[in-house]
């Protein structure tokens, strides 16, 4: 053993936020706080100081900050991340001698004791802290020191001064410090990341006319549409050129007509593939103007990522060996069996040539951030090697950190949340199939009660072009506004698929089936936006409702109120002032009217349950005033099936 | 990137035992089974193989154990503890490519498709196997390959043989296989370490006659009374010269007295320390003959390792470098202000000279060890360093992994848990000052439901010569009984300080404070052994269901139930089979009669509610038939606290 060895005393423990023993980052948005907790403790009865390090990725020197004394052992420290990108922080922590005599001398004083050797003990350890000071600081701390060690009324004084004591601290001896063994990482990203509507469409259907490709300058169209529902994000399913070979008809058919544009995700044809666009919607240049365009509607637009290919990609001919070959020397199609996807090869991203095959990818991503895309959403991420997502997001993260990743995985729960903690931005989740109160309660509470609101963002999507769920299918267009509600109130990051979804369609390609019957996947589809049955105005109500009420804007202030009837899910989200506090109620039944008690946890919102609350309805602008936490709730699917409340502090009736 | 780092596509995570991120071993006993779970997963619907490494430290190579599929992506594997000391685990996955091929070709077959492009993908999975394998193995899967190949009826039987997969399993490719990126660690201990009664005494208060100081002699002649009284281990405060330089008076009186002994665990006199004994005691001869007497008995004895110094302690003059100064130059005596121990000089751990004291000190260790002693209580480990323990007891327990060491800590949770943590056999714990159901329940579920119970094994002490409760003092011989029942019934480890709990000795050094009067620590007691009050008949026979009672040598198979009397704490101890199961009723109250109704989860015990349980109480051999959990429990301290029942299914009357 080595003396530096014998001399670490402090033990730094049980750090939090802290994820699967440091392997993973957490995430924050720019400007946010973040929190770290830690038992920190030694041996003996000594005082601890105790600093939270942290620095930017870019930076070599860390920021220190102390961590104050919570109770028993625990510390809390916090620091502010204002640049996008990765910080990473730890702990430092070593005795403090003059801390655990200072705290000894109020015990001896008190005890009456002869007091001169504690002085000089004092003494001591202050011309130690001069020996290390320098300047002003060391001719500060040797007076002290002298002070104290005359041992008269003046030298408790001295003793005492807490001016004494900071200087003492900076000047600490750090030769026995205790260094955290891990260095943890914080993901810092763009607001959007944590908050935004997203609205996907398929552009080739935004032809003004029926049976026409809809192009760019068609979509440019459609964007102020967008905009006026109160979208953030408006997100295009691949646009590249579709294969020829093995396409697929209408209703996926095994075999296209002759009119059939094919699946958008069987990319690529000809000389064209992942970094081209399909000729039908335009070229490079109605792109950046679409983009544009879309700017100056504060909208964003978002492409998709889906690393696989037409067997017409230019990557079949010029790299066979980054695909998987079969015993008769043929490309092995996709499949999930019995099912079979013909019209598309799968890259094969572990073979031997797979380093070359990873640079020709992030060259792809690489060129859409270079026409001025910022969001992506990433196809079936789960049937690609973690170790390709870990080394794609960090190395354009690094180089563009302001880059959101959507990851839609829908598989089982450990790779979507392996997937989030490798890096992903933002992950699609279970909730299009969590209906009920039990299901929806215990759902969003692991998301946002456990460890996993740390790192996994969810976006919520009550319909998507592969789901169709039953729920909508057979509740009618009060289902619609449910699942709505619920997905633009429990979640800060929601999606829907329009305008099929507005328009409340509803026809699956068969009984029992979650795919839509003449699906936008495989044929070029005409919506009337303007049909009745339109969704248009809860839609631009309740995302305005979200950009007016931060509470609706981050996913970690939900708690769930008791209710009396299990179709009514009651919930309420606030800022972590409680300056902003949003009761949802909502009735999951879509058929018939529920009514019940609902009791509102009111003091945990930061709200006087002895004093009158202010209600205000923001879908109906309508008021109430409550009196205590007990509440009647009643809801007509066929009216309105939900209430979102503005919950505020009334003044008292004269 | 590497191709390597591109290949790795299974995840190892949560894996189960590993505490805190897997700087700490757990502790098992030999014999034991170590079931170790992890999620493990990979991209796509790929199947894995996976297995559990583990090897003791001396061995070089891994065993193997497959791990099984639980559920979801849960894997368990468990391997057996079959020798003392450490060993280390970890868990290696790997894509299992022929398992994935059979599970698809299931599908397919289903779906009615051709196979025979599946049959020829078969065939070469399987040669592939051929050739990472030698002998008569590569004969048999290269015909099995053949035999694929040919596409017929035969091929699709041959696919489905078991022992080709197991075959095939066995000449796996592990070229990209994971392995976990930690190896973590198993302490293996004798069965002692686990469960064991404890006796502690004084042996210079065992003589014949009052005022004479005991001898080695005198206290083999106690043992066959503790042997009777049916302990397992015999402990002796320290044993060693005792200073005379500000030497302790009765009752802690500041000087000492004329006849005045001293605390033993002032150490040190002249020429004599740690590996001394104490003259009037005996000799090192004298020790071996108590120590051979004691084994005949079955009785083990533990030494106290307390490392300080009394001012007359040999290294004060043979090692000044070893002890902290003052600025006038004098060693610092021991001191917890205003509390001063002026008659011991504390060792400090942390100069530059600690590797020296730290070899001196496991060199003291190692002197007693060579005389026989296998057990060390270890007096105060909090106000030594953790880097010290770590380092000693993984030396030592390198060394001789049978020792054991208990640590005395009594300090904040952080602190116990850590030295436990860290090698640490057994530790005290709070239990002295745990009385209500309330505190009784929460503390033994924190440690016997919490990952504690990997590591911390408690060892429950009513009084120590420093503990003497309020509960003790104010509740009479009942709370006595009660305690040690609690005690032994509690904890499979647990420990008395006698005679003096045995003869309910219970006057404190003043009201209100927890030390005995005329303490043994300063002056010499003589015992009558005889006393009315003595509980030894009941000790006797509790440590006799202790030993007939497999259930009570555990701490984890503990389970409160519920009462409606909060004075009534009712658990049961059972083995993992349920083939042994222990009802404790314990009335807390040690002054009043005390009813009341449980409700028993008989299933949960592996007892069938619906039929008739026969309850033996153990202590009273008393029987009682009981139908369904809730039964009514009357307990009178003055007659019986306590019920310990044996439960076990009755035979339906007819």
Redesign the interface.
């Known amino acids: ?3 530096s ?5 402090v ?1 730094v ?2 750090v939090w936020p802290e994820i ?4 993973f980052p957490i995430k924050r948005i720019i400007g946010d706080v973040v929190t770290v907790d830690a ?1 920190v ?5 000594d005082a601890i100081a105790c600093a939270l390090r942290f620095r930017h990725q870019r930076e070599r020197r860390w920021n220190e900050t102390p961590m104050a004394l919570l109770s ?2 625990r510390r809390r420290g916090a620091f502010v991340v204002d640049q996008l990108g990765r910080y990473h922080y730890t702990i430092v922590a070593w005795p403090d001698p003059f801390a655990t005599w200072l705290s ?1 001398f109020a ?2 004083l ?2 009456g ?1 002869d007091i001169r ?1 504690q002085l ?2 004092a ?2 350890l202050v011309n130690a802290a001069a020996a290390r000071a320098r300047g002003a600081d060391r001719t500060t701390l040797r007076a002290a020191a002298a002070r104290l060690g005359a041992a008269d009324d003046g030298a408790v004084a001295q003793a005492r001064d807490p001016d004494l004591q900071s200087l003492v601290a900076r000047y600490a001896d750090r030769s ?1 410090a205790t260094a955290y ?2 260095e943890l990482e914080v993901i810092v990203d763009r607001e959007r990341a944590r908050c935004a509507a997203w609205y996907e469409l398929f552009p080739r259907s935004t032809a003004p006319t029926p049976g026409r490709h809809g192009t760019f300058a068609d979509m440019e169209r459609r964007l102020p549409y967008v905009a006026e529902l109160g979208f953030d994000v408006v997100y295009f399913p691949p646009i590249h050129p579709i294969g020829v070979t093995n396409r697929k008809g209408k209703n996926n058919a095994p075999f296209a007509g002759p009119g059939d544009p094919g699946s958008p995700w069987a990319i690529g044809a000809g000389s064209c593939g992942h970094d081209a666009i399909h000729p039908d919607l335009g070229t490079l240049d109605d792109f950046a103007h679409l983009l544009a365009a879309a700017r100056a509607l504060d909208l964003e637009v978002a492409l998709d990522l889906a690393f696989q290919c037409s067997p017409d990609h230019p990557y079949v001919r010029d790299h066979p060996e980054w695909f998987r070959r ?3 020397g043929a490309i092995q199609f996709a499949e ?3 099912k079979k996807y013909e019209d598309i090869y799968p890259l094969d ?2 073979t ?1 040539s ?2 070359a095959l ?1 640079e020709e990818l992030r060259r792809v991503v690489e060129f859409w951030i270079g026409q001025g895309v910022r969001i992506f959403r990433v196809d079936n991420p ?7 997502w870990q ?1 794609l997001l960090t190395e354009i993260g690094r180089a563009h950190p302001d880059v959101i990743f959507l990851s839609e995985a829908f598989t ?4 979507m949340y ?1 997937l989030a903690a490798l890096g992903f931005s933002q992950s699609y989740t279970y909730f299009a199939w969590r209906n009920t109160r039990a299901e929806l309660t215990d759902y969003f509470t692991e998301l946002t009660q456990t460890s996993l609101r740390e790192y996994f963002r969810p976006n919520l999507w009550p319909n998507t072009p592969d789901i169709l769920t039953a729920y909508l299918v057979d509740g009618g267009r009060s289902a619609f506004v449910i699942r709505f509600v619920l997905a633009a109130t429990l979640g800060a990051s929601y999606g829907i698929y329009g305008p099929a979804f507005e328009l409340c369609e509803a026809t699956p390609l068969a009984a029992g089936k979650e795919e839509y019957l003449n699906s936008e996947k495989f044929e070029i589809r005409h919506w009337d936006l303007d049909r009745p049955e339109s969704l248009r105005e809860i839609i631009t109500r309740v995302n305005t409702i979200r950009r007016t009420n931060p509470a609706l804007q981050a996913d970690v202030g939900l708690r769930f109120h008791p209710t009396d009837n299990e179709n009514l899910l009651v919930y309420s989200k606030s800022t972590p002032d409680a300056g902003n506090v949003v009761l949802v109620a909502v009735n999951l039944d879509p058929l018939w009217v529920q009514s019940g008690w609902t009791d509102l946890s009111l003091s945990a919102l930061g709200l006087d349950p002895a004093r009158p609350i202010e209600a205000h309805d923001l879908l109906t602008d309508t008021r109430h005033r409550w009196r205590g936490p007990r509440n009647f709730v009643q809801l007509d699917p066929a009216v309105m099936p939900a209430h979102i409340f503005r919950l505020t502090q009334a003044p008292e009736a004269r």
């Open positions: 053993m080595q003396p060895e014998t001399a670490q005393r033990a423990a049980h699967e023993g440091g392997r038992d403790f030694a041996d003996g009865h028993n052992d000894d015990k001896w008190n005890a004791n050797m000089a003990i003494a001591e026995t063994d891990r079969r015993s008769d999930n069996p019995p991203f572990t031997i797979a380093p990873w789960h049937t690609k090697p973690f170790t390709f080394w089982r729960p450990n790779i392996r």
